[in-house]
Each structure stands twice: as C-alpha cells, then as structure tokens.
C-alpha cells in the first residue's frame, strides 16, 4: 500500500513536499514514479526513478524545479517541489513497480494528494 501526503494549496513561487509512504513493500526493489492529473487532463508523469539502476528521469516541465528523495529507513520517498507555478496543480500520485527500470504499468498505486497552486 502506498500512502500520499503532503498537498495544499500554495502560492506560485512556493513549495511543497510530498511524501509517499509505503506498506507491506520494500521500495528500495521498485521503480517509484510520480505523476499528476491536472482538473480535466490526462494523468502524466512526473518523474521515474529506476528500481535497478537508480536513475532518475524529470519530464522536461519539472526539470530543475523538483526533485526525488527517499529515506529507506522510513520506507518512504519523496518529491520536494520547488518554483511552483499554477500549472502544476493537479492531483499527486506515486506508484511503484517491482524490479524495473521503467514507469509503466505500475503494480501498485497510492489514491493521491491535491496539490492546487494559486495567488
């Protein structure tokens, strides 16, 4: 199981940091994504760490302004948000798949967290 928290509202320029706390898997043996589904759009990811290689990959929106962390000890990761702008409103997601390198396909989902960026 994979618990999300962390949103709220926040001014543009601001941050947030979510957290993504797992139970009954170990996360260090997955693939972490998050991704995002803004009011009446797609889902779209975020970012994807690989479960192997540890690799993190930013979409291009994100790039320099979040940023993954995790704390294994805790079984938890995170996603620190950094220059928020209003088009990262949306509602948060982490997922996780079990010894990959890739986002898709997830074997596990959390329910999200509401991250609204407004003045």
């Known amino acids: 199981q994979l618990v999300e928290s962390g949103g709220g509202l926040v001014q543009p320029g601001g941050s947030l940091r979510l957290s993504c706390a797992a139970s009954g898997v170990t996360l260090d043996n997955y693939a972490i994504g998050w991704f995002r589904q803004a009011p009446g759009k797609g889902r779209e990811g975020v970012l994807c760490v690989g479960g192997k290689s540890g690799r993190t990959d930013y979409a291009d929106s994100v790039k320099g302004r979040f940023t993954f962390a995790r704390d294994n000890a805790k079984n938890t990761v995170y996603l620190q948000m950094n220059s928020l702008k209003p088009e990262d409103t949306g509602i948060y997601y982490c997922?996780?798949?079990?010894?990959?390198?890739?986002?898709?396909?997830?074997?596990?989902w959390g329910k999200g967290t509401l991250v609204t960026v407004s003045s």
């Open positions: 997922a996780a798949l079990y010894w990959s390198d890739s986002c898709g396909d997830m074997d596990y």
